[in-house]
């Protein structure tokens, strides 16, 4: 008999909720399966099997509090049962070695590649490590060359492969509710919030109750962003194989704008001000459980490129629930695009210790004046929210003006003048 545990939590985490359990009691697992799954105030956490074998009990039900290291259930030793045809992707690899709590396994190396096998025939062989990787990423397992014995795709292999360029998107629709009401004349229900959104709602009061917010707002010509990305996109994809966006552009200037304005970059900690020699940017997601924001680390060493790939890992991570804590924790400055959801306008609140963060919008044509002449523009509003105790007017004017600038004059910051 084994003991199933909680993983051992961050320090800033006390503990957690369980969320589900995948298995059921006298139910054949083999090692590295999910069986369930923990939401702390941050992220989801994933419990799974150390050993083939049998779930025997569990000691703590969906709904329970759980702390770091608590025994959930129990394992027995057993015969795992064979998966399914349909299911064979769960099936461990034979150069699989032991996994942890959080999923992670080390997979032995071999020179020289091996001829991608059609999908079929090499997804069955996968390990549990290397299938979460191929299925964060997106990746198709037909196209990832292989260096393990018997043509096994391994984790290196894995990790360094590059997801398939994203299809064209339709335009957003309106959101519907996911909540059930229960039928009546005037229905209501009361459900408690989530863990990790209960943390949002306390970490955004924090900030309205400590910092000294406050917004400045301009406009952006999107036109000569717009142009240099219809010119070079095809280029860019097909040496790539991911799409130039236009949130890459903005951590590009914000990033050129913090290296002007080193005081947008630093943070408040009690009576002192702490510099960051760095520029680790925030992206604001929307995932299912609330707005997540993951860092780009070093932003000012990232390529376009660079940027967003690591920005659709996230997004795809994000909606399946597997950030974890290290993805979230730091940043220096953020940036949050309501523009995605129609917003025109709008006051972001900044993410603590963080002193500002930059609110991105919808694009509209509108009739502007240049040049002495109305012409019709694709335009969009800016805003930075900044804490004043920090940073003044003038340099939260500066900054996000230099960021406009950059903007309709993409070229600058790409030459570097």
């Known amino acids: 008999m084994a003991d199933i545990k909680v993983p051992v939590f961050s320090e800033s985490v006390s503990e957690g909720t369980l969320l589900t359990w995948h298995k059921k009691p006298g ?6 399966e999910l069986l369930a799954e923990i939401e702390t105030d941050k992220v989801v956490l994933e419990v799974t099997a150390q050993q083939d074998g049998v779930l025997q009990s569990i000691a703590k039900n969906e709904g329970d509090t759980v702390l770091s290291e608590e025994v959930l259930g129990t394992m027995g030793e057993g015969d795992a049962a064979a998966p399914a045809p ?16 959080g999923g992670t396994a080390q997979q032995p190396d071999s020179t020289g590649t091996q001829p991608a096998a059609q999908s079929g025939e090499r997804r069955e062989d996968l390990s549990p490590a290397v299938r979460k ?32 360029a994203p299809a064209a998107q339709p335009a957003p629709q309106a959101a519907k509710s996911a909540v059930v009401l229960p039928s009546g004349p005037r ?26 917010l406050l917004t400045t707002f301009n406009e952006v010509n999107m036109q000569p962003t717009m142009e240099l990305r219809k010119k070079y996109q095809d280029q860019f994809v097909k040496k790539h194989g ?19 304005f080193p005081m947008v970059n630093a943070s408040v900690d009690g009576k002192d001000v702490i510099y960051h020699g760095y520029y680790d940017i925030g992206i604001a997601v929307a995932s299912e459980r609330g707005l997540v924001v993951p860092i780009l680390r070093d932003t000012d060493n990232m390529s376009l490129a660079d940027i967003e790939k690591q920005i659709a890992e996230f997004a795809t991570r994000a909606r399946a629930g597997k950030l974890t804590m290290e993805d979230m924790s730091g940043g220096t400055f953020s940036i949050t695009n309501g523009g995605t959801f129609g917003s025109m306008m709008s006051t972001p609140i900044i993410n603590a210790p963080q ?6 919008h919808n694009i509209i044509e509108r009739p502007i004046a240049q040049n002495g002449q109305v012409v019709i523009a694709p335009m969009m509003y800016l805003a930075v929210s900044y804490d004043h105790r920090l940073i003044d007017g003038k340099e939260a004017v500066q900054f996000l003006v230099m960021i406009k600038n950059l903007l309709e004059d993409p070229a600058r910051m790409l030459l570097d003048l």
């Open 133 to 164: 990787i191929v299925e964060e990423k997106g990746l198709d397992v037909s196209q990832v060359p292989a260096t393990g014995p018997k043509n096994n795709i391994t984790k290196a292999d894995a990790m360094g492969a590059s997801a398939p």
């Open 86 to 101: 349909a299911a064979q992707d769960q099936a461990s690899g034979p150069v699989a070695s032991e996994t942890t709590a």
């Open 27 to 32: 139910e054949a697992v083999k090692r590295g």
């Open 187 to 212: 229905p209501e229900e009361r459900v408690p919030m989530t863990r990790i959104r209960a943390r949002i709602a306390e970490r955004l009061k924090e900030v309205q109750n400590t910092a000294a």
């Open 242 to 260: 991911v799409k130039l966006g236009f949130m890459s552009l903005f951590v590009r200037a914000a990033t050129e704008a913090l290296k002007a």
């Open 355 to 360: 002193s500002a963060i930059l609110g991105m």
